[in-house]
C-alpha cells in the first residue's frame, strides 16, 4: 500500500505559475500508473493529468493541455503537477492519486481507476 501526501498549494494571481508536489511512502511510485485530478466547489471531481506506470506516456485533460506539465522524479519517489499560465477556472482542490493497474502502458483518466489518494490542497486562482 502507498500512501500520497501533497504539497501545500496556493493562491496565485491569473497567468502565474504554482507547481505541487505528491511524495509517496510504502511504496515506490514507479510501480503505479499516477494522476492528478481536481474538484471545484460545486463540481464532481475531474481529470486534470497522467501517466503511465514509470511515467513513459502522459495524458492531459483538454483544458490544461500545454499549460500543465506531469512529471516523475524516481530517486525523490514524487510527482509533480507543474502548472503555468493559471486561469482562475483553475481554482479547486487538487488531488494526487495511484493505480495498481496491471498494464504498464496504459494511462488511467477515471477515478474508478485509482486505488489510493492523497487528502487533496488547494489552489485558488485570483483574476
Known amino acids: 500500500q502507498v500512501q500520497l501526501v501533497e504539497s501545500e498549494g496556493g493562491l496565485v494571481q491569473a497567468g502565474g505559475s504554482l507547481r505541487l508536489s505528491c511524495a509517496a511512502s510504502?511504496?515506490?511510485?514507479?510501480?503505479?500508473?499516477m494522476g492528478w485530478f481536481r474538484q471545484a466547489p460545486g463540481k464532481e471531481r475531474e481529470f486534470v493529468a497522467a501517466?503511465?506506470?514509470?511515467?513513459?506516456?502522459?495524458a492531459y485533460a483538454d483544458s490544461v493541455k500545454g499549460r500543465f506539465i506531469v512529471s516523475l522524479d524516481n530517486a525523490k519517489n514524487t510527482v509533480y503537477l507543474q502548472m503555468n499560465s493559471l486561469k482562475p477556472e483553475d481554482t479547486a482542490v487538487y488531488y494526487c492519486a495511484a493505480a495498481r493497474g496491471s498494464n504498464p502502458s496504459v494511462v488511467y483518466s477515471s477515478l474508478v481507476q485509482y486505488d489510493y489518494w492523497g487528502q487533496g490542497t488547494q489552489v485558488t486562482v485570483s483574476s
Open positions: 510504502g511504496r515506490t511510485l514507479s510501480s503505479y500508473a
Open positions: 501517466f503511465s506506470r514509470g511515467g513513459s506516456t502522459t
